[in-house]
């Protein structure tokens, strides 16, 4: 089959995705079961993303040199073991190192599978087959939160179970693999030579390319939004008396709103114009996040998370394909790694702040903080990005 490369692709991020989203809320749960503040468990967050941000350029030059497959099955392999481990850990500390090593699994499946998306598609269709891409991962972030908070069950404010649900994420792990064995038209593309070039670009080059600095900060601001909002809504929960499965189930409605929005990218954009549906759907999602401020019961806070949801879901797909239209396809492996460098140096440092916010002023004022860092992104995306995107 002609395209069995996107559609093995598509499956394995779904299942994956859906592992590490079953993962991040019941690491949060752990954590607030073994006595973290609202500080410790926004610092948790942040090491998910401080050793990846360590290690995204070099990933670049990794998933140039070695392909993507191993980078794959890598990922895939590092979540079955992780979910494992997930189930015996009873320690803030031990808790806050696994997580660490969550990030760099999933910026290996990230990075290769955007790195896939951008160098094995024609130009025409980069925003409709990221579209797919990033409603595939929605689909696991929309299914996974639920079913793990449904597996997990529920004990007042807290997981009856977590050690239910991280068993799960693992067995949704080894179910990514499927893909490696069913199609044969997932593999390497390109040659010896070829990757050998990817693999010695350097990252200051890429960098100095028009667009890449606006577009990587925009992604930043997106990425590090929707990062805080999963693993600040079981803390609000807490806060408002909200079950841990209906969180799961407005965490699911959020990505699903996502994942609609997504799905109809590639139409949005051919009728619209790129800049145009990127520009309102991040001005329009500020203005809703500090109205979040005020959403205090699951129906107003599952109805807000819908409407952010399905709006911030069209920025992270429309800034790949940016970033993968302004550069050659020898660079677009490095290109994506970089961009994953800003998203991670964002959920390091947001995170932080949203905890320090949380502590004081409750988890609520996080989303005035988050309406602030997505309107600087709507103003960057407007006065900097050019006008064809």
């Known amino acids: 089959m002609k395209k069995s490369w996107l559609w093995a692709l598509l499956i394995n991020v779904a299942f994956a995705q859906a592992s590490i989203y079953v993962m991040r809320p019941m690491i949060t749960y752990r954590a607030i079961e073994n006595g ?5 468990i926004g610092l948790i967050a942040s090491i998910y993303a401080l050793l990846p941000l360590i290690v995204a350029v070099p990933m670049g030059r990794w998933v140039g040199r070695l392909g993507e497959i191993p980078l794959l099955i890598a990922g895939s392999v590092s979540f079955i073991a992780l979910g494992i481990a997930f189930a015996f850990l009873n320690d803030v500390i031990a808790l806050a190192i696994a997580t660490a090593v969550a990030g760099v699994a999933h910026l290996a499946n990230v990075a290769a599978s955007q790195a896939m998306v951008a160098s094995r598609s024609p130009a025409p269709l980069q925003d409709q087959n990221f579209g797919y891409f990033s409603f595939s991962t929605s689909l696991g972030h929309t299914f996974g939160p639920i079913i793990g908070g449904f597996i997990a069950g529920s004990s007042g404010v807290l997981p009856e179970s ?12 080894a179910l990514s693999l499927i893909p490696f064995l069913l199609y044969r038209g997932l593999h390497e593309v390109k040659s010896k030579a070829e990757r050998e070039a990817a693999g010695s670009i350097k990252a200051r080059a890429v960098m100095s390319r028009p667009g890449i600095k606006p577009a990587i900060w925009t992604s930043l601001s997106v990425a590090a939004t929707n990062d805080v909002l999963v693993v600040i809504l079981p803390l609000v929960g807490t806060e408002y008396g909200i079950s841990p499965v209906v969180i799961g189930v407005i965490l699911s409605i959020r990505s699903g709103a996502a994942m609609i929005s997504r799905f109809f990218l590639g139409k949005s ?5 790129s800049a145009r549906v990127m520009n309102y759907s991040i001005l329009i999602s500020a203005v809703l996040l500090f109205i979040s401020v005020y959403a205090t019961s699951a129906l107003a806070l599952g109805t807000a998370m819908a409407l952010i949801g399905f709006l911030l879901g069209m920025g992270q797909p429309l800034t790949m394909s940016i970033v993968s239209k302004k550069t050659p396809i020898e660079e677009r492996a490095m290109a994506i790694s970089i961009r994953l460098f800003g998203n991670r140096f964002g959920q390091f440092l947001v995170p932080l702040g949203a905890g320090a916010l949380a502590a004081p002023f409750g988890s609520g004022a996080v989303f005035a903080g988050l309406s602030a860092l997505i309107t600087s992104a709507g103003i960057v995306s407007i006065t900097k990005l050019n006008k064809d995107n």
């Not at 954009?269 to 114009?273: D, K, N």
Request: no cysteine; aromatic share 18%.
């Open 162 to 173: 977590s050690t239910s649900a991280f068993v799960f994420a693992a067995i949704l792990a």
């Open 269 to 273: 954009t051919a009728r619209f114009g």
């Open 36 to 40: 973290a503040s609202g500080f410790e």
